[in-house]
């Protein structure tokens, strides 16, 4: 006779290994997403160098170009998203940008380098919503944080292997070859994705049925500017993006200007810092917000607002000392801290609203983070350093980065701000949901 309790323990079972197998693809492909996405940091004093650019074009390159098609076609994707197949949209998108990435080294101006940018920052578009969505249907509300914690993995890991990767091979091959080593793989894990990725039912995990019709983009967007919650989260996301993406585009060259130091030295430096510290951050980050946020919701976003002030002392340490040394120890604490909104802001958007509007929120998020973020940072980093060269030369980019990293005391506010709303309007998109 059979056990009915057998029965229920080994379909959890089977449950759970298939949503952590999903989760541990999907962590692959964001780390493939960040490594094509930042292999231009370790290579952008090379690329100057044989292209003779600018350090506002440098910017442009690894700012706005990208962040500016990856941020607005995130939501048209996004949209087709939250009413089709998921799956087969993020197996698209990385075979996309994973081929536009190969394609970089083949660059021999300015002009071919930014079509390439914009080709790898389109395909990166449909990676994060689509992925934010299934995992919602995978993990329920008081898990979710953990899980996308986990799925933000794919930064560090992917800015680790990048930095290493792409220092060395441009250290013995030249910066062409890093592209190629680097984009080639995607391919084949587009396939491995599209054929092994289950495509989850919309809502099954909270027992709830999505609506027939899909929320126009409007009903979405008016739906997330009435979310006080959701708007100084994103801002606040927006603003630590600012610091944080900065930080990573522009750090390998300011240690190479101010510090003499070599790619190859960076790229393993960076990447072991990045990538350990970075994510035991991210990781550590979703813990806390679901660990606190259970008791008291406020504190899902208080402990990032906290995370990010204690960031702006340690700045100073970094691009105040003379010794290499001392820079890159000082780095470890922005690094491990500076991520602690990912996991969090992304799960607290996704239970703010319908079920249908999941991938489209994600991607409203993504949008006001890039372009603040990706888009602005780097470009004002950029700006900033040429208009100080001529007074302060190689250091210019040293004094820069340290301006940058104030911003982080305003994202502080927004998200102190989001954690003082988050408990009424969660309550509030709960009742909205039963009454549907």
């Not at 079509?115 to 329920?140: F, H, K, Q, W």
């Not at 550590?284 to 946020?293: E, K, P, S």
Request: charged letters at 15%; proline letters at 4%; aromatic letters at 12%.
């Amino acid at each position: 006779m059979t056990n009915p309790q057998s029965t229920r323990a080994g379909a959890l079972t089977a449950e759970h290994r298939v949503r952590r197998y999903v989760l541990g693809v999907l962590v692959v492909v964001y780390t493939f997403n960040f490594i094509d996405r930042q292999i231009l940091s370790i290579l952008l004093q090379d690329i100057k160098l044989e292209l003779g650019l600018s350090d506002s074009a440098l910017g442009l390159l690894s700012g706005f170009a990208f962040a500016m098609f990856y941020a607005t076609l995130g939501i048209p994707i996004a949209r087709y998203a939250d009413r089709g197949n998921r799956r087969n949209v993020i197996a698209i998108a990385l075979a996309l940008w994973s081929g536009m990435t190969a394609l970089s080294g083949l660059v021999t101006n300015f002009w071919q380098l930014l079509a390439a940018r914009i080709g790898v920052g389109i395909g990166e578009a449909g990676c994060t919503p689509p992925a934010n969505a299934i995992l919602s249907d995978y993990y329920p509300p008081e898990q979710r944080a953990t899980a996308f914690g986990i799925y933000a993995l794919g930064i560090p890991i992917g800015i680790l292997f990048g930095f290493f990767v792409g220092g060395w091979i441009n250290h013995f091959f030249g910066w062409r070859w890093a592209f190629f080593v680097v984009g080639a793989p995607g391919l084949v894990l587009a396939l491995i994705v599209r054929y092994t990725v289950r495509e989850p039912v919309r809502g099954e995990v909270e027992q709830r049925a999505a609506a027939v019709a899909q929320p126009s983009l409007g009903e979405t967007l008016r739906h997330l500017r009435q979310r006080r919650a959701f708007v100084h989260l994103a801002l606040g996301g927006g603003l630590a993006a600012f610091v944080g993406y900065s930080w990573i585009t522009w750090m390998p060259a300011f240690l190479m200007r101010s510090h003499g130091m070599s790619s190859g030295a960076i790229g393993t430096a960076l990447g072991l810092i990045i990538g350990i510290a970075g994510g035991i951050g991210i990781a550590l980050g979703g813990y806390l917000a679901d660990r606190y946020g259970r008791h008291d919701k406020r504190w899902a976003l208080w402990i990032v607002a906290i995370a990010v002030l204690i960031n702006i002392p340690f700045a100073f340490g970094v691009f105040l000392t003379d010794d290499p040394r001392f820079a890159l120890a000082f780095m470890v604490v922005p690094f491990l801290l500076g991520n602690f909104w990912q996991g969090t802001c992304f799960a607290q958007t996704q239970s703010l609203v319908g079920l249908r509007m999941r991938a489209v929120a994600a991607a409203v998020l993504l949008f006001v983070a890039n372009i603040i973020g990706l888009g602005a940072g780097p470009q004002f980093v950029g700006i900033v350093s040429d208009l100080l060269h001529d007074a302060l030369g190689t250091d210019s980019l040293r004094y820069a980065l340290l301006l940058c990293s104030l911003f982080n005391a305003w994202a502080a506010v927004h998200f102190y701000l989001a954690g003082r709303v988050l408990p009424a309007e969660l309550a509030l998109q709960e009742a909205e949901a039963a009454r549907a």
